[in-house]
């Protein structure tokens, strides 16, 4: 008959070392696939609104995206993370994303910001919380989430000054392309 038997201290601390370290690199991988995203989404926008009057606001976020990103692909490569297969679809949907609700108009564009911050505010709070679990070992990537998420609600709070609830459609609008964040999130984590 099998018994149970404990684990060793040694095994102990390996398989906990080992789980973090595929927890890290979740981490980076859908941070990496996140910001991507974000910075093609602004692209979008940009070729959109680009030469209105919402193009300096769009370009100012733009630009933070483009940091992010940048961020991202620095910690992909140090910590040797395989982004996901999903990169290039990603990439395709966030800018149809971003020029097809400009298309619709500045306030469409601000409400998907709006949507999109949402989610991403919430996703770096969950990390955060799972972050400060051990914070020596996880200081740069608290840091550089931290960072982040306040500016990822800065963003937030600017759709909504530049007229977000006044889209058409705003409820639904945002309510769909918050599933699709999730989603994409779901999907950046496991493959
Ligand atoms: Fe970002
Ligand atoms: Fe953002």
């Given amino acids: 008959m099998l018994a149970f038997r404990p ?6 601390l390996l398989t906990r070392s080992v789980s973090s370290k595929c927890k890290i690199e979740e981490i980076i991988r859908v941070d990496h696939a996140g910001e991507l995203g974000a910075d093609v989404i602004y692209a979008g926008q940009m070729a959109v609104l680009g030469s209105t009057s919402k193009g300096p606001i769009i370009k100012h976020m733009w630009d933070q995206e ?8 620095e910690l992909i490569r140090k910590h040797r993370v395989r982004p996901t297969v999903m990169t290039p679809i990603w990439k395709v949907a966030g800018f149809a994303l971003g020029a097809g609700t400009a298309l619709l108009g500045d ?85």
């Fill in 66 to 73: 483009k940091g992010h990103r940048a961020k991202f692909e």
């Fill in 107 to 191: 306030k469409a564009a601000m409400a998907c910001t709006v949507a999109v911050e949402t989610v991403i505010v919430d996703h770096y709070n969950d990390q955060l919380r799972e972050l400060m679990e051990d914070p020596e070992a996880n200081k740069e990537l608290l840091e550089t989430i931290t960072r982040f998420r306040d500016e990822e609600q800065e963003h937030h709070d600017c759709g909504i000054d530049h007229g977000a609830e006044q889209a058409p459609f705003y409820k639904a609008l945002t309510e769909a392309i918050k599933l699709g964040c999730k989603g994409a999130i779901a999907i950046s984590k496991v493959i």
């Fill in 7 to 12: 684990q060793s201290a040694p095994l102990r």
